[in-house]
């Protein structure tokens, strides 16, 4: 597998439902990030996650909870979803060195993510 | 505050003709870095290229080019030629300020391509 993959890539669940989406990359990255595309919305930024410290929280609500083991994998965790949380969720990676490093982000295929 | 606009939300164009993307951009910091991608009906953001702000100047990648002013806080994207598979949705971001990483995005602009 080369550059960031996304597990699963279509992801239906009920609003009591508990799921989890992968990221990983393969590219020696540091940082890691969720954004959210919605319909109607820009892409929103989620979490950033820096030598797997979160560095960035967007003020997201609880019920998505982020987490980094290491810095090539960041799981999302969900719970208790509404409707509104429908929408593509993207994971993305940098190669970041430190601060003042503005490099691009790698971007993965997204979760497609349905809550009925 | 940061905030990047891209008025165009869609565009149609003939195979051919040459297309320009508008970008917009707002930050107070003096160090940041534009960036622009492109999102196929796949999903997947494919970066496309990064400009700091200390280099203004243009740049040209085969079909794309990019004018990058700081006068007047734009960085516009030209398709010359444009094909079919051109046809996508185009994000213009930018990121900087106090260590701040993570990219702030526009709405993006639908291109459209007909043969």
């Known amino acids: 597998e080369t550059g960031v993959t996304q597990t699963p890539r279509h992801l239906v669940m009920g609003m009591t439902n508990k799921k989890s989406l992968k990221c990983e990359q393969h590219?020696?990255?540091?940082?890691m990030y969720w954004y959210k595309q919605s319909a109607k919305k820009p892409l929103e930024l989620m979490f950033v996650?820096?030598?797997?410290?979160?560095?960035e929280n967007n003020s997201v609500p609880s019920r998505f909870s982020p987490e980094c083991p290491n810095s090539s994998h960041l799981f999302l965790h969900l719970h208790t979803l509404q409707p509104e949380d429908s929408a593509l969720y993207l994971c993305?990676?940098?190669?970041?060195?430190?601060?003042?490093?503005?490099?691009?982000?790698?971007f993965g295929p997204g979760t497609r993510l349905t809550v009925l | 505050a940061q905030k990047v606009t891209q008025a165009q939300t869609e565009i149609s164009v003939v195979e051919k003709e040459d297309v320009t993307l508008d970008c917009v951009y707002e930050?107070?910091?003096?160090?940041?870095?534009l960036f622009w991608y492109k999102q196929p009906p796949s999903g997947e953001l494919v970066f496309l290229i990064r400009?700091?702000?200390?280099?203004?100047q243009n740049e040209i990648s085969g079909r794309y080019s990019w004018n990058f002013q700081k006068s007047t806080s734009s960085f516009n994207f030209t398709i010359t030629a444009s094909q079919v598979v051109d046809s996508a949705v185009y994000f213009c971001?930018?990121?900087?300020?106090?260590?701040?990483?993570?990219?702030?995005f526009g709405s993006g602009t639908r291109l459209q391509v007909q043969p």
């Open positions: 993305a990676s940098s190669p970041e060195s430190g601060i003042g490093s503005y490099n691009e982000q790698f």
């Open positions: 590219l020696g990255h540091n940082a």
């Open positions: 996650y820096n030598f797997k410290e979160q560095t």
């Open positions: 930050t107070r910091d003096t160090t940041y870095y």
């Open positions: 400009r700091n702000s200390f280099d203004e």
């Open positions: 971001a930018l990121s900087g300020g106090t260590g701040r990483r993570a990219l702030t």
